[in-house]
């Protein structure tokens, strides 16, 4: 109760801000003074004609003092109420009265009295004042370092925590705020408010800015560093590596101890928060880096084992034409020629394989989309299917409408080509494989679908993946590498679409894909 009743005389509201005190006597702190010393008097009064005695007359004086004390502060200002206190008492209760003169010897006693008590009282209601809103700031300061912790859990990169940090300094020190990110300084500038910047652009600001990022010490206002700097700037560091600088624009040199131990604290959590994500990022691209050289060695291993028999093959029968080939008869030389073509064949696709994925994968791929009739790319396509297909029969749905698409179709081709190639390697001869478009809603689907032994419900989820070739046994004579499906994802995926296994009710598998409609023309136009 008395804390609400002192925090209703001094009428101070909670913004959660730190206010600062000030120490002259305002008008309406003058007014105040003259309002408490009249309500005293009248009440003083009003005791008086009721009988009570002068003792409990100057306590009314006595309370008013206490509560200017609380509401205005400084000794000064306490002092000169008692005096004005004492005068009144004199002026309205003592012989003569309504005069400043006093008959009785014995009240000059009392009024010397009256004004050690009054300014004895004023000071100690003085100093509860002076505790109460020391405690006030140190709350409001315990939040904002509190606010700043939780704050500062959810931010995922180096702006989001500098923007935090620059608020939440912004809000404990009540001053103009910058934060610099970045090894330069100039990278990323934040400023709270954004309308303080210029007050950060004059050339002592910018020396001792860099200064700090290039020393990694404190330099500006209260340093033997550009002294005559406004800004103070403190290195947001962490192990030796400087993060960035906050600059906090201040107006004089006088420094709260306990303002500084929470700036300290906030910086030393935005340096453990910024130190967490450079930690994260150092994981991740160690990660990286591990991932590529297994992916390395994978197609090192991969090339190593899988090129050794076409070319094996080539080589050999190669060999057999140059030394014998006078002695074949023609079936058996033309045998040996289509091997030779066959497995030349294979080589050229795995490298377009490698050169294409190795592209997609490096984000190097300029799509060249255009609007395309769907049907002239899967004529474009069935061109260039393995000569295997011919031991396959293949059926070709497509869809009753004309199908516009954009795309780049070079690569769409490469696409389907490679879909149909898995079906034919995966599935025994004699197999259907189908090849079908369609329209669902506003989304073209491709789809490439075999009769064969299908995919388990445990793999379908890696067959996209580069260098897997599950556990199934390819039917012609070749390994395959695992690119393929591998290429066909990142192709799609870089034109917008998806692509997807699965199985058929028939028994076989069913891969499809969505393609982007051309915007530009619909199909039922033509």
């Given at each position: 109760?008395?804390?609400?009743?002192?925090?209703?005389?001094?009428?101070?509201?909670?913004?959660?801000?730190?206010?600062?005190?000030?120490?002259?006597?305002?008008?309406?702190?003058?007014?105040?003074?003259?309002?408490?010393?009249?309500?005293?008097?009248?009440?003083?009064?009003?005791?008086?004609?009721?009988?009570?005695?002068?003792?409990?007359?100057?306590?009314?004086?006595?309370?008013?003092?206490?509560?200017?004390?609380?509401?205005?502060?400084?000794?000064?200002?306490?002092?000169?109420?008692?005096?004005?206190?004492?005068?009144?008492?004199?002026?309205?209760?003592?012989?003569?009265?309504?005069s400043l003169?006093a008959?009785?010897?014995?009240?000059?006693?009392?009024?010397i009295?009256?004004?050690?008590?009054?300014?004895?009282?004023?000071?100690?209601?003085?100093?509860?004042?002076?505790?109460?809103?020391?405690?006030?700031?140190?709350?409001?300061?315990?939040?904002?370092?509190?606010?700043?912790?939780?704050?500062?859990?959810?931010?995922?990169n180096?702006?989001?925590?500098?923007?935090?940090?620059?608020?939440?300094?912004?809000?404990?020190?009540?001053?103009?705020?910058?934060?610099?990110?970045?090894?330069?300084?100039?990278?990323?500038?934040?400023?709270?408010p954004?309308?303080?910047?210029?007050?950060?652009?004059?050339?002592?600001?910018?020396?001792?800015?860099?200064?700090?990022?290039?020393?990694?010490?404190?330099?500006?206002?209260?340093?033997?560093?550009?002294?005559?700097?406004?800004?103070?700037?403190?290195?947001i560091?962490?192990?030796?590596?400087?993060?960035?600088?906050?600059?906090i624009?201040?107006d004089?040199?006088?420094?709260?101890?306990?303002?500084?131990?929470?700036?300290?604290?906030?910086?030393?959590?935005?340096?453990?928060a910024?130190?967490?994500?450079?930690?994260?990022?150092?994981?991740?691209?160690?990660?990286?880096?591990?991932?590529?050289?297994r992916?390395?060695?994978?197609?090192?291993?991969?090339?190593?084992?899988?090129?050794?028999?076409?070319?094996?093959?080539?080589?050999?029968?190669?060999?057999?034409?140059?030394?014998?080939?006078?002695?074949?008869?023609?079936?058996t030389?033309?045998?040996?020629?289509?091997?030779?073509?066959?497995?030349?064949?294979?080589?050229?696709?795995?490298?377009?394989?490698?050169?294409?994925?190795?592209r997609?994968?490096?984000?190097?791929?300029?799509?060249?989309?255009?609007?395309?009739?769907?049907?002239?790319?899967?004529?474009?396509?069935?061109?260039?299917?393995?000569?295997?297909?011919?031991?396959?029969?293949l059926?070709?749905?497509?869809?009753?409408?004309?199908?516009?698409?954009?795309?780049?179709?070079?690569?769409?081709?490469?696409?389907?080509?490679?879909?149909?190639?898995?079906?034919?390697?995966?599935?025994?001869?004699?197999?259907?494989?189908?090849l079908?478009?369609?329209?669902?809603d506003?989304?073209?689907?491709?789809?490439?679908?075999?009769?064969?032994?299908?995919?388990?419900?445990?793999?379908?989820?890696?067959?996209?993946?580069?260098?897997?070739?599950?556990?199934?046994k390819?039917?012609?004579?070749?390994?395959?590498?695992?690119?393929?499906?591998?290429?066909?994802?990142?192709?799609?995926?870089?034109?917008?679409?998806?692509?997807?296994?699965?199985?058929?009710?028939?028994?076989?598998?069913?891969?499809?894909?969505?393609?982007?409609?051309?915007?530009?023309?619909?199909?039922?136009e033509?």
């Amino acid at each position: 109760m008395l804390l609400k009743f002192i925090n209703f005389v001094i009428g101070k509201e909670k913004t959660g801000t730190i206010e600062s005190e000030g120490t002259g006597l305002r008008y309406k702190d003058f007014c105040f003074v003259i309002a408490a010393v009249f309500l005293a008097t009248v009440l003083g009064v009003l005791f008086h004609n009721m009988g009570f005695s002068d003792v409990t007359v100057i306590a009314w004086y006595i309370l008013a003092v206490q509560i200017v004390a609380i509401r205005i502060s400084g000794g000064v200002v306490n002092a000169v109420v008692s005096f004005i206190c004492v005068i009144v008492f004199n002026f309205f209760f003592t012989e003569p009265r309504y005069s400043l003169l006093a008959y009785d010897s014995d009240y000059i006693m009392t009024f010397i009295v009256m004004f050690i008590v009054s300014f004895l009282a004023g000071m100690m209601a003085d100093q509860l004042r002076k505790m109460l809103n020391q405690a006030e700031k140190d709350k409001v300061r315990t939040q904002i370092l509190f606010d700043t912790s939780q704050l500062l859990n959810k931010t995922e990169n180096y702006e989001e925590i500098a923007i935090v940090t620059g608020m939440q300094l912004k809000k404990l020190h009540d001053r103009d705020i910058c934060i610099a990110l970045g090894e330069s300084g100039e990278g990323s500038l934040l400023f709270f408010p954004e309308e303080c910047k210029r007050h950060f652009e004059t050339q002592i600001e910018q020396d001792g800015l860099e200064w700090t990022f290039r020393s990694g010490k404190p330099t500006g206002r209260g340093t033997s560093i550009y002294p005559a700097a406004r800004g103070k700037y403190i290195p947001i560091m962490y192990n030796g590596y400087v993060y960035g600088v906050v600059g906090i624009l201040k107006d004089e040199d006088n420094n709260d101890p306990y303002t500084e131990g929470i700036t300290a604290a906030i910086l030393n959590q935005c340096e453990l928060a910024m130190e967490n994500i450079k930690t994260v990022e150092e994981k991740e691209a160690e990660k990286l880096k591990v991932q590529n050289e297994r992916l390395k060695a994978n197609l090192l291993r991969g090339i190593s084992h899988d090129l050794r028999t076409p070319i094996t093959s080539i080589s050999g029968n190669a060999s057999v034409l140059l030394k014998s080939g006078d002695d074949f008869d023609s079936a058996t030389r033309r045998q040996l020629e289509q091997d030779i073509y066959d497995d030349s064949e294979w080589l050229i696709n795995l490298v377009e394989n490698l050169l294409a994925i190795s592209r997609v994968q490096e984000g190097n791929v300029q799509l060249n989309c255009s609007d395309e009739v769907l049907d002239d790319i899967i004529d474009e396509a069935l061109q260039h299917v393995d000569r295997h297909i011919t031991d396959h029969t293949l059926e070709v749905k497509k869809s009753s409408e004309m199908l516009l698409v954009n795309v780049d179709a070079h690569l769409i081709v490469q696409v389907i080509i490679n879909l149909i190639d898995n079906a034919i390697k995966y599935s025994g001869e004699g197999s259907t494989i189908c090849l079908g478009t369609e329209k669902k809603d506003s989304t073209i689907i491709v789809s490439v679908s075999d009769d064969g032994p299908g995919i388990p419900d445990e793999e379908k989820g890696r067959v996209f993946e580069m260098f897997y070739n599950g556990k199934k046994k390819v039917e012609d004579s070749r390994k395959s590498m695992g690119l393929g499906l591998a290429l066909c994802k990142s192709i799609v995926e870089a034109h917008g679409g998806t692509i997807k296994a699965d199985s058929r009710e028939s028994g076989g598998v069913v891969f499809s894909f969505t393609l982007p409609e051309a915007k530009g023309i619909k199909a039922d136009e033509h």
